[in-house]
């Protein structure tokens, strides 16, 4: 061991068995390279963990064993000679080329690194596996196995198991493609148990994880609201010259609002995605979720204030999608609150002849005068519905593991499930009235700047976005 | 049966090239169902009762149909383009072999009366250079003789080999911490696929080619040969010799006189070559000028060039010319068939189509039909494999040696390749036991008319481990047997014999190709549709 120097953790296994995924997930770094060929990482490569400038840990990802046999019948017979096996057997081989992966992956190891033995536990235990842990087992280093199954069989773990108890200090079931911030933690949490050595660093590093985690949602939590406020307070304003230019021009300003209104959660969205260190994934919001009614959608548009009577109407309208959002949620339905309240509204619509009123919008806007405003929203629902979009996609964003590259599946998923219910759903009363107070104080004509108001809003979202941190399994919408 | 031409192994590696870009289980659905039908439809016919299909004459067949089915498309196949371009350049050879030979010829024999044309240029131009060629090629040939593959016979082929290997070894290595493990994999492969056609097809790619030379020589000669007899009858040439080095026209009279020992025998007296006198007479001593020389000794020269031109030249190109054509037929008739891609297709047309659908029970159904195709099929494969009389050594890793029963092995051997289970070895076990078993086999050998299934589970990753074991397999038995690396998926609760996933058969594919051993190919145990 080398206490004087940084805790090293070398990633090892067979070839495929999701090491680099297993780091990759871990270091949030999604460049590591992944592919189902084996043999995909050929040369040791380091990942830091850096705390205030200074390097605490390292995670090494290493090629995959590919002699384990002859590598341990090596070791074996070097036994009797030296006690530094692997630095033996790597001077002997090293320019041998058939073991020149074996000489690589065995690098860190004769540096004192922790070793992270990965397995696919969804398949046998096989010769080549005993013989990489014999040889694992002799280097005499702290260890831990990872059992990180690839796909959904199960039938193998307990031969797994068994076989770790003879050769592992901890073992523990990290599913690469899975795991979300608590389960990292919590590998961190067994990785201590390998050396009392580490502890007190390990301690650090998880320390500064949880830190760095809350900081994140903490951003996360103004970025949403920041973005709420931009949206609600944005409106667009245009002379009208002529009265038959109207429907032109209705459509016109529509669409820029619609653009303008994209622009700001599409942005807001980015920055969190890149808190999250996502270069690659992003998530999509669905076009079949609960938000099938897209915030531009004609029904969710008829809550849209444009003129003093629109407005008048708009207001009465809202009301009733509040109150029949609230009997939804009360008698739990699967639709979620949005879902019930966009489907109702626009049947409401449909009895109340929507193309009749919203040709009277029309005229409303030709009477009000010669400038013709749209925006700002003078419903809570688009509120509603921007918190819902943007706790999906953190929900997405934050849990999606770095190691996992099915992006496609997850894309597939979401428009297989047109039926989950979204996070405002399921709030209570006292939720709705921070929400509320924050729109009342948005929509003031000042744009309002109750900081009060606001600071409750993001305490409220810090403690929701916690919450789905933690969740054992979110749903992919 | 017909003869096979270059044509027809062009198109068969073109068919083989098509069938193996797509190796899904529905492609491969596809291959088995065509290919079984054409058996059916076109060789079971021709059998008689308890007859035994035969190789070449099932490959034949396959080719055929394919070519109808395509060229009833208006397809142009590649060995019918092959064979109409190789036919004009077979002209295109000759005839610019013709000019270049007249040409040259033309403008050496350029006589402009105030100095004879030197013997010795026109020696060295044109025949010591052709001997020398002709003794270089001689040297390839015998080195050749002594290698068995002719690929890496050729010392010019290995230099270049070798140097491009590196070449490539370090553009690798550079490139493999860049390059994905796919793409790495794929070059491989194809890599391994250009040294296993080497391999399986040694001389025949490269006869055409040698043919070409052959043409383009015999032309230049005859072009050559053309001009100096043109230009003798139509002009007044005078061929004399001169030298720095103190050479006497003895001397030269004995170089002649072995010279022209090819054609002494034929022709006799000053036709076969100048006298002593006629050399003396056409010796040019620069200071003394042309005038003292004897024009009937200046004529006397070109008989002996026209014979040293048609034996050192046109004559022995000729030869190889012959020894081509008669060595690729040769080679054609003696082509087994033996390898990857072959045994392959002959197990898709001898192996019954088995299908476990339901049908409704009213009325024959389709399974009706196929249950009566399995029955109908049945024995053809141990026909078929009986007709090459071989047996299989199969050999078992460790992992799965219990769980594999000796009676399930054997039947599914039977059934895949018709052959009889000649032994089961337990492989695997650790380094000592795999390298005994190597040694055993490199000692007595395999039993003959002998091929071997190793079975392997398909989800392992092919490390280097497995890889090398069957490289050392390769040269433990030496060349000949077949090495089928026969895949498994991961097993179930009541058999290790389970069908294999696409990715997998993809990854296990590349990396024996990559071998580039045209008689170690891999092939699923275990039908992959029902």
Redesign the interface.
């Known amino acids: 061991m080398f206490p004087d120097t940084i805790p090293q953790f070398a990633i090892v296994g067979h070839p495929n068995e999701g090491k680099s995924s297993v780091l990759s997930t871990l270091a949030e770094d999604d460049s590591v390279r992944i592919s189902a060929t084996p043999g995909e990482t050929v040369v040791c490569q380091e990942f830091p963990v850096v705390i205030d400038g200074r390097e605490i840990i390292r995670f090494i990802d290493t090629p995959g064993f590919q002699n384990p046999r002859k590598v341990l019948h090596q070791l074996q017979d070097l036994r009797d000679s030296t006690d530094n096996i692997i630095g033996a057997f790597r001077e002997k081989n090293i320019v041998n080329p058939e073991f020149r992966g074996d000489c690589e992956l065995l690098l860190p190891i004769t540096q004192g690194a922790g070793i992270i033995y990965v397995v696919d536990g969804s398949r046998p235990v096989r010769s080549v596996d005993r013989a990489e842990m014999e040889i694992l087992r002799l280097t005499g280093l702290p260890r831990m196995a990872i059992i990180n199954s690839k796909d959904a069989t199960t039938d193998f773990l307990e031969q797994w198991k068994e076989e770790f108890r003879k050769c592992f200090n901890v073992f523990r079931v990290f599913n690469a493609h899975t795991a979300n911030y608590a389960q990292r933690i919590d590998l961190l949490e067994s990785l201590k148990n390998i050396d009392p050595d580490w502890q007190a660093t390990l301690d650090t590093v998880i320390t500064a994880f949880i830190k760095d985690w809350a900081q994140r949602n903490l951003t996360s939590a103004g970025i949403i609201t920041d973005m709420l406020q931009e949206c609600i307070s944005c409106k667009i304003a245009r002379n009208a010259r002529d009265s038959r230019d109207m429907d032109r021009m209705k459509a016109e300003m529509l669409a820029a609002y619609e653009k303008k209104i994209k622009k700001i959660e599409s942005r807001a969205h980015h920055k969190m995605r890149s808190l999250f260190k996502h270069n690659i994934f992003n998530y999509d919001l669905p076009s079949r979720s609960i938000l099938h009614e897209d915030l531009f959608s004609e029904s969710t548009w008829k809550f849209l204030g444009l003129s003093r009577k629109q407005q008048i109407a708009a207001a009465g309208l809202g009301g009733v999608g509040i109150a029949v959002a609230l009997d939804a949620a009360t008698f739990g339905t699967s639709f979620g609150i949005f879902a019930a309240l966009g489907g109702l509204a626009g049947a409401t619509w449909a009895a109340l002849s929507s193309k009749g009123l919203a040709q009277t919008k029309i005229l409303g806007m030709s009477l009000g005068g010669h400038e013709i405003q749209v925006g700002p929203v003078k419903n809570i629902q688009f509120l509603y519905i921007l918190l819902d979009r943007s706790l999906i996609y953190y929900s997405h964003i934050s849990n999606w593991a770095h190691g996992r590259r099915d992006y496609n599946a997850d894309r597939m998923a979401g428009e297989r499930d047109s039926t989950g219910s979204g996070f405002v759903a399921q709030w209570d009363s006292r939720a709705r009235s921070i929400c509320s107070a924050f729109f009342k104080e948005a929509t003031k004509n000042n744009g309002g700047n109750n900081a009060g108001v606001e600071q409750q809003l993001k305490d409220f979202l810090m403690g929701q976005l916690q919450k789905i941190s933690h969740s054992e399994h979110v749903k992919m919408m | 049966m017909k003869k096979w031409h270059v044509r027809d192994i062009i198109d068969l590696e073109y068919f083989f090239y098509r069938d193996a870009v797509s190796r899904s289980a529905e492609d491969q659905q596809y291959l088995n169902e065509r290919d079984r039908k054409i058996f059916l439809n076109s060789v079971k016919p021709n059998l008689q009762e308890g007859e035994s299909p035969d190789r070449q004459f099932m490959i034949r067949t396959w080719l055929d149909r394919r070519r109808a089915k395509e060229t009833a498309q208006e397809a142009i196949l590649p060995g019918e383009s092959y064979e109409s371009l190789y036919s004009s350049a077979r002209i295109l050879f000759i005839i610019t072999g013709l000019v270049l030979g007249g040409g040259a010829g033309l403008s050496f024999l350029t006589y402009t009366g105030d100095r004879p044309l030197n013997v010795f240029v026109y020696l060295s131009v044109f025949v010591f250079s052709q001997v020398l060629l002709l003794l270089l090629l001689l040297v390839l040939f015998l080195y050749k003789l002594k290698k068995k593959y002719f690929w890496s016979s050729s010392p010019l082929y290995r230099a270049i080999g070798r140097t491009m290997l590196s070449i490539l070894l370090a553009a690798r290595d550079r490139a493999?911490?860049k390059l994905?493990?796919?793409q790495?994999?794929r070059a491989e492969s194809i890599l391994g696929i250009i040294v296993n056609k080497g391999h399986t097809y040694g001389v025949l790619f490269f006869l055409p080619f040698f043919v070409l030379t052959q043409l383009f020589a015999i032309g230049f000669n005859l072009g050559l040969l053309v001009t100096t007899l043109f230009k003798v009858v139509t002009a007044d040439i005078a061929f004399g010799w001169q030298s720095t080095l103190q050479l006497n026209s003895a001397a030269v009279h004995s170089l002649v006189q072995k010279i022209s020992l090819p054609w002494s025998w034929l022709v006799s007296g000053e036709l076969a070559y100048p006298s002593l006198t006629q050399i003396e007479g056409s010796r040019i001593i620069l200071k003394e000028g042309i005038y003292h020389l004897s024009n009937q000794a200046l004529a006397s020269w070109w008989p002996f060039l026209c014979f040293s031109v048609l034996f050192y030249g046109m004559l022995p190109r000729l030869f190889l010319f012959v020894l081509a054509a008669v060595s690729q037929r040769r080679y054609l008739a003696r082509l087994d068939f033996r390898q990857g891609s072959y045994e392959q297709l002959l197990l898709r047309m001898t192996s019954p189509l088995v299908s476990t659908r339901g049908r409704k029970v009213d009325g024959a159904g389709p399974g009706e039909k196929e249950s009566t195709l399995e029955n109908a099929a049945k024995g053809e494969a141990a026909a078929y494999g009986r007709s090459g009389g071989r047996s299989i050594l199969i050999m078992v890793?460790?992992?799965i040696f219990a769980a594999c029963s000796k009676e399930q092995i054997g039947s599914t051997v039977k059934h895949r390749f018709g052959s009889a289970v000649a032994e089961i070895l337990r492989i695997?076990?650790?380094?000592?036991t795999d390298a005994e078993i190597l040694a055993n086999l490199k000692d007595k050998g395999l039993p003959p008319s002998t091929d071997i299934l190793l079975v392997q589970?398909a989800?392992?990753?092919?490390?280097?481990?497995y890889v090398?074991f069957i490289k050392d397999l390769r040269k433990a038995i030496g060349p000949g047997p077949c090495i089928r690396i026969g895949l498994i998926g991961?097993?179930l609760?009541d058999t290790i014999f389970s069908p294999v996933k696409e990715?997998n058969r993809k990854?296990w594919t590349q990396k024996m190709n990559a071998i580039g051993d045209p008689c170690i190919y891999t092939l699923d145990l275990v039908n992959n549709v029902s």
């Open positions: 493999s911490e994905g493990a796919e790495r994999n890793p460790d992992d695997n076990e650790d380094s000592d589970e989800w392992q990753p092919p490390i280097q481990e090398n991961k097993p609760p990715v990854i």
